[in-house]
C-alpha cells in the first residue's frame, strides 16, 4: 500500500486521537533525513517532519498540529525547505533526460527553443494588456480643454482656454470625459495586469525591472503568519538552519512597520499612513505631467528626469535596485534588519522587499497579506504550482472573513456627499455628460444610504418592497438583512453597481474629488481637514461597501445599527457588510498553489474548519497530524478550581462574574498564589473591562496591597506600542526580586504569539471560560449561518433575530438565538471560547525542561466531563486534558498539590 493512502485521514469530530491517523511503523521504514535540523530532533519533531515533507509530496490540503513550544516553526523550516530543494533538484534532473515536464499535471514541451515559448507567454499577456477597455477616453476636440488624469501620458490642452476664475491649478482635479461600453463586460475591467509592485510610483524604468524579476521566478514557499512579531521570531528560527544560506528569502511587511519616512510615520493611524504613502506616489505622475506640459516637451515612453516621486525615500530607483541586491546577498532578514538597511542605504524597505518576491525562494509574509487577491495583485505574488504554509492558523476562518468585511460610518457618508456635491459645482461645466451621469448616480445612492441612518423617524421608503425596513431600526438598536433586501427597501436595486464601481476605479474620480476637498479645506484653514480621518478614508469606506454590496446574497449581511451619544446629545451609527462564507475566498488559494499547508498548536475541531474553508472537500481528502507535547507528564499540573479559600462556588458565568462576592473570592486566591508560586504568575481575565473592574475593586478593598507584599502587579496595557516595556520590567521584576504577577486578557498582545519561559510564567491562571458577548450582532450573524451549513437553503438564516431585523444588543436575546441552535452554532460559540483558553494556557510551556502550574478557575472546569455531552475540558489540547485534576475537595487539596508540585521541582533544579 502506498505511503500516501495512510496520510489520508477521514475527519470526524469526536472520534480517535487524531494523531493516531499516521501509521508510525511505515513511517520509520520510510523515514526523510533533516539534516539541517540543528539540534538533536525529538521523535515527535521527526514525526512531524516527516508528515509534512510527504503531504508536499503529495500536494492538495493539509493539517499539522503541534503543541505550542515544541519547536514546530523549526519542524516546518527544516522539512518545507528540504522538500523544496529535492523538488528543485527533481524537476532539474527531469528536464534534462527528458523533453516534458509535468509540473501539477500540466506538461511542458522542453523541446521548443525557449525564444519560442517565451514568445506564445508574451504574446498572450499583450492579448490581455490590450483587451478592450470598458470604458474608453473619448478622442476629439471637446477633450483638449480638459487637462489629463494624473494616470499618465502628455496633453495637449489649450493654456488658458476656459479657466474658471484663473485658477489653472485646480484644473488637475478635472475629470476626463468617459463614454460606457454599451456590450460592458465585468470580466473585461479586471483583465488589465497591474504593475509589479502595486504602487503609483512604478516608472517605465521600474516595469522593465519588473520584467526582470518575473523572469527570475520558480516554484516557492510561501509562510504566512498572523502578526509581525511571529514573522520575526520565524526568521529567527530560520537563521539556525544552513537554509538561511542555502535559499533566497524575503521578509514582507505593512508599510506601518517599514516605512521609515518620518513624516508619514508621525501620523501613526494606519490607515492614514497608507493614504499618505500612496498620496506621495499618486503626486509624481501629476507633478511630471504639469511639468513636461510647461517644458512643452513630448518624449516617448513618457519619462522625464524631473519627475520624481515626492517621498524622498523612492525617488532614486536605482537605490531600490542596490537594496534589491542587498537582500539577495545577505542572509535571512526579517522585518526590522530590513527596515534598519533601508534607513542606511536612504531607500524604502517596504517597496524595496516587495522588488524581491518574484526572485525568492521562501517568501514570509502576513496571511492577511496572501489570502486577498488585490494585495497578491500588488504585491506581484504568484501562487502558481507553490506551497503555502499558514501558521498560527486556528484563527484563519475568523479572520480570513474578517478581511472581507466593510464598514462605512454617517459622517463618512455625509462627508462623501458634501465633497461631491462641492466638487460637482465646482467643475459642472467643464465635466461631460457621462461624467455627470455617474455622479448624479453616487450622489443619489449615497442620500439613499444615509436614509436608515437619518435621525428623524419619518424616514419614508417603499412600504410595498419586501425585506425588513432598515430606516425603522430603533434609535440604539441594529438591523440585519440579505444583501438584495436592503437594495430593494432603499430603492437603489436598479443601480448598475459593477459598472459604477468600474467608473469609479478607471475615471480616478475618488483622487480627484478627495484631492480637491482636501485643497480647498487648506486654502480655508478648515480644522476639519486636520482630523483623524481624511477625506481619502471616507471616499474608500464608500468604495469597500459598493464592492459588498456586489456579492452573492447569500455571501454575507448587512448590517444597519444607530447609536446615540446622550453626552453630545448627536446621533450616528453606520453600515456593515459582514462577509459569512469564506470557502470562495480560500477556493482561490487552494486552487492555485500545489500544497496548502494549516498548522497550528490547537486546529481542533477540523471538521469545522473544513466545513467553513473548503466544504468542496471531502473528508477523506483532507490530510491531517497531531503529534504530543515534548514536556513529560510531570513538568505540568493542570487543576480545575471550583472553589475558592472562603469555600465560595466559582462562577464567572456573565450574570456572576461582576458580583462583589465574586472579585473578592477571586482576590483571595491570588493572594495565596503569590506566596506559593516561584517567580512569574500570568492571569488572564476574559476582557480589558473585566480586568479593570476587578483590579479597581481589589485596590480599593485592599487586597491588591496584600499581593504586592509578595510579588510586583504588572497590568497588560491597550496599546501594542506599550507592551515590549511593560514585558521588559515584567521580566526584571522576576529575575532582581521576588517575582511579578502580570494580569492579561486573553486574545490580547500576551496571549498571542509571545513566550514566557522559564520563571516568566511558572503559573497560568485561567479565569472563567471566555465567552465572546452574544449582544454582538455580528458574531450572532456568523452563528446563524455557521448553524446552517449543510442545510440545503443554507444561504438563508435558520434563525431569526426577534423580527430577523432589529436586535438591541440585549445579552438575553442572545443567548436566546444560542439556545435555539441544534449543534454547529453552539459548537462554533464553544470552539471560539476555547480555542482562547488554549492560546493562552499554551503561553507558559516553551521547551523540554520548563514547568507549570494551570489553573482553570471555574466550577465549569471542574464539572463531571461524563455526565455533560459538551464539557469545556474536551476541547483542551490532549497534554493537557489527560492529566487535568478535574476534582477536588477544596482549595485546600489545590493549596497541597501545588506545593508537592514546585516543592518537588525545586529540589530537581537545586539536584
Not at 475591467?189 to 524579476?213: A, F, H, M
Not at 472573513?401 to 462641492?422: F, G, N, P, R
Not at 526584571?732 to 486573553?746: D, H, T, Y
Not at 494551570?854 to 466550577?859: E, M, P, Q, S, T
Request: proline content about 3%; some cysteine; overall charge neutral.
Amino acid at each position: 500500500m502506498s505511503i500516501n493512502l495512510v496520510l489520508v485521514y477521514a475527519c470526524v469530530v469526536g472520534q480517535c486521537n487524531m494523531k493516531e491517523m499516521i501509521d508510525k511503523t511505515q513511517l520509520a521504514e520510510e523515514k526523510q533525513e533533516f539534516p539541517a535540523f540543528p539540534y538533536e530532533p525529538y521523535s515527535i519533531q521527526i514525526d512531524f517532519m516527516n508528515a509534512l515533507y510527504r503531504f508536499l509530496d503529495k500536494g492538495g490540503v493539509s493539517m499539522l498540529e503541534s503543541p505550542t513550544g515544541t519547536g514546530k516553526s523549526l519542524s516546518i523550516i527544516c522539512s518545507a525547505l528540504q522538500w523544496l530543494l529535492d523538488r528543485n533538484e527533481k524537476i532539474n534532473n527531469n528536464s534534462g533526460s527528458s523533453d516534458k515536464v509535468v509540473v501539477d499535471g500540466e506538461e511542458e514541451d522542453e523541446s521548443e527553443p525557449d525564444w519560442i515559448r517565451n514568445f506564445t507567454v508574451n504574446s498572450h499577456d499583450d492579448a490581455k494588456t490590450n483587451r478592450k477597455s470598458p470604458f474608453r477616453v473619448k478622442k476629439h476636440a471637446k477633450e483638449k480643454r480638459v487637462p489629463q488624469a494624473f494616470s499618465g501620458g502628455d496633453s495637449d490642452a489649450r493654456k488658458g482656454e476656459e479657466e474658471v476664475s484663473g485658477e489653472a491649478n485646480e484644473q488637475e482635479f478635472c475629470l476626463q470625459e468617459y463614454e460606457s461600453e454599451e456590450d460592458y463586460s465585468s470580466s473585461s475591467s479586471s483583465s488589465k495586469r497591474k504593475p509589479l509592485g502595486g504602487g503609483y510610483y512604478t516608472s517605465s524604468e521600474d516595469e522593465e525591472d519588473g520584467k526582470e524579476c518575473e523572469e527570475e521566478g520558480g516554484l516557492k514557499v510561501f509562510y504566512c503568519s498572523r502578526t509581525h512579531s511571529q514573522l520575526s521570531q520565524f526568521v529567527k528560527e530560520l537563521r539556525k538552519t544552513v537554509f538561511a544560506q542555502k535559499v533566497r528569502v524575503v521578509c514582507l511587511g505593512s508599510r506601518k512597520n517599514m516605512c521609515i519616512n518620518e513624516d508619514v510615520l508621525k501620523l501613526g493611524n494606519v490607515g492614514r499612513i497608507n493614504e499618505r504613502c500612496l498620496d506621495l506616489q499618486k503626486k509624481k505622475t501629476s507633478l511630471a505631467s504639469k511639468k513636461k506640459k510647461n517644458l512643452g516637451t513630448n518624449v516617448k515612453g513618457g519619462r522625464t528626469k524631473s519627475s520624481s516621486c515626492r517621498c524622498p525615500m523612492l525617488r532614486k530607483q536605482s537605490l531600490q535596485r542596490e537594496f534589491k541586491a542587498e537582500i539577495l546577498q545577505q542572509e535571512a532578514m526579517d522585518i526590522e534588519d530590513l527596515v534598519q538597511l533601508g534607513r542606511e542605504m536612504r531607500t524604502c524597505p517596504y517597496y524595496g522587499s516587495r522588488r524581491v518576491a518574484p526572485a525568492a525562494d521562501l517568501i514570509i509574509l502576513p496571511y492577511q497579506s496572501l489570502l486577498s487577491k488585490s494585495s497578491q495583485e500588488s504585491l506581484g505574488l504568484n501562487l502558481k504550482s507553490s506551497v503555502v504554509i499558514i501558521d498560527e492558523a486556528h484563527n484563519l476562518a475568523d479572520t480570513l472573513l474578517s478581511m472581507h468585511d466593510a464598514k462605512i460610518t454617517m459622517s463618512q457618508l455625509e462627508d462623501v456627499h458634501s465633497s461631491i456635491e462641492s466638487y460637482l459645482g465646482r467643475f459642472q461645466n467643464l465635466l461631460g455628460a457621462g461624467n455627470r451621469r455617474y455622479i448624479q448616480t453616487l450622489l443619489i445612492l449615497i442620500r439613499a444610504l444615509l436614509k436608515p441612518l437619518a435621525t428623524t423617524s419619518d424616514s419614508d421608503l417603499n412600504s410595498g418592497n419586501s425585506g425588513p425596513d432598515p430606516s425603522k431600526s430603533k434609535a440604539c438598536g441594529g438591523c440585519s438583512m440579505a444583501i438584495n433586501d436592503f437594495l430593494f427597501s432603499l430603492n437603489i436595486d436598479n443601480i448598475n453597481l459593477v459598472k459604477l464601481l468600474a467608473y469609479i476605479k478607471q475615471s480616478n474620480i475618488i483622487h480627484k474629488v478627495s484631492g480637491y476637498g482636501e485643497r480647498v479645506a487648506m486654502l480655508q484653514k478648515d480644522p476639519a481637514a486636520h482630523e483623524e480621518m481624511s477625506k481619502l478614508s471616507s471616499f474608500r469606506a464608500f468604495s469597500d461597501i459598493l464592492v459588498a454590496l456586489t456579492h452573492n446574497n447569500g455571501d454575507g449581511r448587512i448590517i444597519v445599527s444607530k447609536m446615540s451619544s446622550s453626552t453630545s446629545g448627536q446621533q450616528g451609527g453606520y453600515i456593515k457588510y459582514v462577509m459569512l462564507t469564506g470557502a470562495k475566498l480560500f477556493s482561490e488559494v487552494v486552487d492555485e498553489a500545489h500544497a496548502v499547508v494549516l498548522a497550528g498548536g490547537t486546529l481542533q475541531p477540523i471538521e469545522e474548519t473544513r466545513e467553513r474553508l473548503f466544504p468542496w472537500l471531502p473528508s477523506n481528502q483532507l490530510q491531517f497530524f497531531s503529534c504530543s507535547h515534548i514536556v513529560p507528564s510531570e513538568s505540568i499540573m493542570p487543576v480545575a478550581v471550583s472553589h475558592g479559600p472562603s469555600g465560595l462556588s466559582f462562577d464567572f458565568s456573565h450574570s456572576s462574574r461582576s458580583s462583589t462576592e465574586m472579585i473578592q473570592e477571586l482576590g483571595l486566591l491570588m493572594s495565596n498564589l503569590v506566596a506559593l508560586v516561584p517567580e512569574g504568575v500570568i492571569v488572564f481575565f476574559s476582557s480589558f473591562e473585566y480586568e479593570t473592574q476587578v483590579h479597581t475593586a481589589w485596590t480599593n478593598s485592599g487586597i491588591l496591597r496584600r499581593i504586592m507584599k509578595k510579588k510586583r502587579v504588572f497590568r497588560e496595557p491597550r496599546r501594542n506600542t506599550e507592551v515590549e516595556a511593560v514585558l521588559r520590567d515584567y521580566k526584571e521584576a522576576i529575575e532582581s526580586e521576588r517575582g511579578a504577577i502580570m494580569l492579561a486578557v486573553v486574545g490580547g498582545k500576551v496571549s498571542e504569539g509571545i513566550n514566557f519561559s522559564d520563571g516568566m510564567c511558572r503559573c497560568v491562571v485561567m479565569v472563567g471560560l471566555p465567552y465572546p458577548s452574544p449582544s454582538d450582532i455580528e458574531l450572532l450573524e456568523r452563528i446563524k449561518h455557521i448553524e446552517g451549513l449543510g442545510d440545503t437553503e443554507s444561504s438563508k438564516p435558520c434563525l431569526t433575530l426577534v423580527d430577523d431585523s432589529y436586535y438591541s444588543g440585549d445579552v438575553r436575546e442572545g443567548f436566546g438565538v444560542l439556545r435555539s441552535c441544534r449543534r454547529r452554532g453552539k459548537e462554533y460559540y464553544e470552539n471560539l471560547c476555547m480555542k482562547a483558553v488554549n492560546q493562552s494556557i499554551g503561553r507558559a510551556i516553551r521547551h523540554a525542561k520548563d514547568y507549570s502550574a494551570i489553573l482553570l478557575v471555574d466550577a465549569r472546569y471542574a464539572n463531571d466531563p461524563a455526565k455533560r455531552t459538551s464539557h469545556p475540558s474536551s476541547k483542551l489540547p490532549k497534554w493537557i486534558k489527560d492529566h487535568l485534576i478535574y476534582s477536588t475537595k477544596g482549595y485546600g487539596d489545590v493549596h497541597r498539590l501545588l506545593h508537592q508540585f514546585f516543592k518537588h521541582k525545586n529540589v530537581q533544579k537545586s539536584s
